[in-house]
T-cell receptor, first 117, second 115 residues
Framework: GAVVSQHPSRVICKSGTSVKIECRSLDFQATTMFWYRQFPKQSLMLMATSNEGSKATYEQGVEKDKFLINHASLTLSTLTVTSAHPEDSSFYIC?????????????FGPGTRLTVT | AQKVTQAQTEISVVEKEDVTLDCVYETRDTTYYLFWYKQPPSGELVFLIRRNSFDEQNEISGRYSWNFQKSTSSFNFTITASQVVDSAVYFCALNVRGSQGNLIFGKGTKLSVKP
């Protein structure tokens, strides 16, 4: 089956620093990847849609200058949290669409738990 | 607008009991997909089922079964003879054709199965 990896799985950073999270589709090409954020005991909320070779589309209320998304290849999208603050601490999950398997197939990565101290 | 409602925030049962998790969705589109995911404490989402809007047949997979009723816009999930390993948060989600393809999640139901 299709596999999506995320790296790192867990990261702790100091307030004011930046942290990059990678999302990779290991055995398929993903023209579209989605980034979700999940606060403790809450649901997953879409942050942005990342399309290979073009700018990401951000959901309302998500600061695009703070959450930089780059989808430079068909197998890799990155999310960079710039100038992180404690309120950015959350669980970040990516998913990747495998169009070869059908328009509604998407696979989730294992998530990255970010803690900002 | 699309929306998924999981009215049960938390459910606690004793092992071997049957339990049903409710999911009600809203969409004006006629083509859509419904999903259920399990999220154990580790956080990783585990895919359970995908159902398209044109297939209302109920599905059974081992101890799991799903009841899809378009008349009530519901896609309920039943675990038969629950086990401690079933303890997790369960999310129902909706994907609508013509959208950018992301999933719209319900708030989730935390299931605790006690021995």
């Amino acid at each position: 089956g299709a596999v999506v990896s995320q790296h790192p799985s867990r990261v702790i950073c100091k307030s004011g620093t930046s942290v990059k999270i990678e999302c990779r589709s290991l055995d398929f090409q993903a023209t579209t990847m989605f980034w979700y954020r999940q606060f403790p005991k809450q649901s997953l909320m879409l942050m942005a849609t990342s399309n290979e070779g073009s700018k990401a589309t951000y959901e309302q209320g998500v600061e695009k200058d703070k959450f930089l998304i780059n989808h430079a290849s068909l197998t890799l999208s990155t999310l960079t949290v710039t100038s992180a603050h404690p309120e950015d601490s959350s669980f970040y999950i990516c998913s990747a669409r495998d169009l070869a398997s059908g328009p509604y197939e998407q696979y989730f990565g294992p998530g990255t738990r970010l803690t900002v101290t | 607008a699309q929306k998924v409602t999981q009215a049960q925030t938390e459910i606690s049962v004793v092992e071997k009991e049957d339990v049903t998790l409710d999911c009600v969705y809203e969409t004006r589109d006629t083509t859509y997909y419904l999903f259920w995911y399990k999220q154990p404490p580790s956080g990783e989402l585990v895919f359970l089922i995908r159902r398209n809007s044109f297939d209302e047949q109920n599905e059974i997979s081992g101890r799991y079964s799903w009841n899809f009723q378009k008349s009530t816009s519901s896609f309920n999930f039943t675990i038969t003879a629950s086990q401690v390993v079933d303890s997790a948060v369960y999310f129902c989600a909706l994907n609508v054709r013509g959208s950018q393809g992301n999933l719209i999640f319900g708030k989730g139901t935390k299931l605790s199965v006690k021995p």
